[in-house]
């Protein structure tokens, strides 16, 4: 079974940092994984997909990278802006599952 | 990205009655589709998978005869919600697999029970 684990559960920055947002998983034995933000009372929006083949994904200031061998994978915001502010959260499938196991997310406000 | 819809977003229902949630695959095909549930300030737990032209696959502790799933297309699963109980209230979400393995979401349905 997977389990997921984001670090840290919330986070308040003023506009303009750059963050890591942390995810850990128990079982490496993934193809993919996919980073998404939630914004309240709606659903996700899907941010990067890695595969197991890649180290790093980017789109425009967001980051992700993996490390199937440590079980972990790492989201960068660059210069973060008060639109970012959402509840992050990284999905890796269990092992030989189409379904995503999600962690319970980092929420992030930014301020301006 | 491939777009998701969900009908309706927001539904509110007396407790016995039975609601019927639509999730599409607007722009693409999906053999697949997941049902999701999300109860307030916690992250989404997976229903079922609903598999077009066979029976869905439930979880270990989700009712089948309670949460029914219709594949009938390749766009389109339906969840319907038996004899609604106000434990039912939540957050319900599907989502659609393109061939490229990257999952996308739907809007989500409110439900409320009274």
């Known amino acids: 079974k997977q389990e997921v684990t984001q670090i840290p559960a919330a986070l308040s920055v003023p506009e303009g940092e750059n963050l890591v947002l942390n995810c850990s998983f128990t079982d490496s034995a993934i193809y993919n994984l996919q980073w998404f933000r939630q914004d309240p009372g709606k659903g996700l929006t899907s941010l990067l997909l890695?595969?197991?083949?890649?180290r790093e994904q980017t789109s425009g200031r967001l980051n992700a990278s993996l490390d199937k061998s440590s079980g972990r994978s790492t989201l960068y915001i660059a210069a973060s802006q008060p639109g970012d502010s959402a509840t992050y959260l990284c999905?890796?499938?269990?092992?030989?599952?189409?379904?995503?196991?999600f962690g319970s997310g980092t929420r992030l406000q930014v301020q301006p | 990205g491939a777009v998701v819809s969900q009908h309706p977003s927001r539904v509110i229902c007396k407790s016995g009655t039975s609601v019927k949630i639509e999730c599409r695959s607007l722009?693409?095909?999906?053999?697949?589709m997941f049902w999701y549930r999300q109860f307030p300030k916690q992250s989404l737990m997976l229903m079922a998978t609903?598999?077009?032209?066979?029976?869905?696959?439930?979880e270990q502790g989700v009712e089948k005869d309670k949460f029914l799933i219709n594949h009938a297309s390749l766009t389109l699963s339906t969840l319907t919600v038996t004899s609604a109980h106000p434990e039912d209230s939540s957050f319900y979400i599907c989502?659609?697999?393109?061939?490229?393995?990257?999952?996308?979401f739907g809007p989500g349905t409110r439900l409320t029970v009274l």
């Open positions: 609903s598999n077009e032209g066979s029976k869905a696959t439930y």
């Open positions: 999905a890796p499938p269990p092992p030989g599952r189409r379904a995503l196991t």
């Open positions: 722009d693409f095909q999906a053999t697949t």
């Open positions: 989502s659609a697999r393109d061939d490229g393995y990257e999952q996308f």
């Open positions: 890695i595969q197991s083949s890649q």
